[in-house]
């Protein structure tokens, strides 16, 4: 059997939320809409700088995933040229860029 008022005594706040009180919520609210918006804005740019002409960008098997290296010139060259290249796993990625280069 439910008691008589208790539903009132259990949804009626023990005093009013002050205007400071709400300052600060709105504030915090405001600093949380601009972090998630600079989030936003770094998770959409890209962290991969273009290839300059005359370079390729090769992404090489390493211990710890992979790491890109960018070769430009003579260096890029000779890559190309080299068995390393037209081997496993490189194959795959290196000679596509080799060949629109114009290595």
Not at 18 to 41: D, Q
């Amino acid at each position: 059997m439910p008691l008589e008022g208790h539903w009132q005594r259990v949804n009626t706040p023990l005093r009013e939320t002050t205007g400071r009180e709400r300052k600060i919520v709105a504030v915090a609210l405001g600093l949380l809409l601009v972090a998630a918006i600079a989030g936003v804005i770094v998770a959409i740019g890209s962290s991969n700088p273009s290839t300059p002409a005359g370079c390729i960008r090769v992404e090489v098997p390493s211990t710890m995933g992979a790491s890109a290296t960018t070769l430009c010139g003579e260096r890029a060259a000779s890559f190309c040229r080299s068995p390393a290249a037209d081997s496993p796993p490189l194959n795959q990625t290196a000679l596509p860029k080799c060949r629109d280069a114009g290595y």
